[in-house]
């Protein structure tokens, strides 16, 4: 805590009232160390997201990484009362690639009905879910040269955050498609394997899959700024970290404008259709994404 405390002192803003949920005996054990991937993660999710929206009160959800895990974190989230309430945003920054197994979870299509029939709870319950896209290009860093999006990232019923590099801070500025294969890495996107293309889609020029040429959901929905280059200096340990960046970035930055949205109005719900519909360009697939 004393951590999140320095980071929002020294930009000068209010720290956000945190309360910390553990899942299955997932306990909000931090390593303590600049460098480790993990506790910069919920870090940035935290620094991110109450930095945009001043004043809100943040449930930081810890879980095992499992199927069971997984549903049971969303079971809490939604159907749980921590405090403060239902959240009326989730901002999710994890991921693995469909179909593939890491340290004990493998995103089966049985495991992601499962844990998809959560996100339609959340649709109907109102509340708005993002999910970084991941940070490893279009093979969602499985490397056997065919392409792959990240699960729950490709889930119909989430907000879907790729990544963008901001190119000029003038007046105003410039983004393109973040791409930076050599160093910080290269947003995540492409068609899923397991969800066909949602009706809101129909229309936007989502391409076919480059694998086998089918037609399936396409990612990312929305995207925003991802280059460490111009990403965020947190506190870990005491310390300053390197600037941090990547999807999970993206994913609290919107959870953040739409709490403040919901702050002033009634709750957006899911976005997807309505993203859509008032879309004035097609949707794309673009630069090396």
């Known amino acids: 805590m004393s951590d999140i405390q320095t980071f929002f002192t020294n930009l000068g803003l209010t720290t956000p009232a945190l309360t910390d949920v553990n899942v299955d005996g997932a306990p909000n054990a931090p390593s303590g160390d600049p460098s480790s991937s993990a506790d910069i993660e919920v870090a940035l999710d935290i620094g991110v997201a109450g930095a945009v929206a001043q004043g809100v009160g943040i449930n930081v959800y810890f879980a095992p990484w499992t199927e069971q895990g997984w549903v049971d974190v969303l079971g809490n989230a939604l159907f749980e009362d921590p405090g403060p ?12 690639p469909e179909d593939e197994s890491k340290d004990g979870l493998t995103w089966t299509v049985n495991a992601i009905k ?7 709870d959340a649709a109907m319950l109102g509340v708005t879910v993002f999910v970084a896209s991941g940070d490893a290009g279009s093979d969602g860093g ?23 590099t901001i190119n000029q801070t003038t007046s105003s500025f410039t983004q393109s498609t973040w791409y930076d294969p050599l160093d910080s890495g290269v947003t995540g996107g492409g068609i899923s394997d397991v969800f066909p293309l949602p009706p809101w889609q129909v229309g936007a020029g989502v391409p076919v899959s480059v694998n086998d040429g089918h037609v399936g959901r396409g990612i990312p929905d929305v995207a925003g700024n991802a280059d460490p280059r111009s990403g965020y200096v947190l506190i870990i340990g005491g310390q300053s970290t390197l600037p941090a960046g990547g999807t ?3 994913a609290p930055l919107y959870a953040g404008l739409v709490a403040l949205l919901n702050a002033g109005l009634s709750p957006w719900g899911y976005l997807n259709p309505t993203l859509y519909m008032s879309a004035k360009t097609p949707w794309s697939l673009s630069g090396h994404c």
């Open 114 to 120: 499962t844990v998809s029939g959560f996100f339609q």
């Open 142 to 164: 499985i490397g056997d040269k065919k392409a792959h999006v990240l699960y729950p990232a490709s889930d119909p019923f989430v907000t879907c955050c790729g990544g963008t």
């Open 248 to 250: 999970s970035a993206v």
């Open 85 to 96: 309430g239902v959240p009326s945003v989730l901002s999710i920054s994890w991921g693995w």
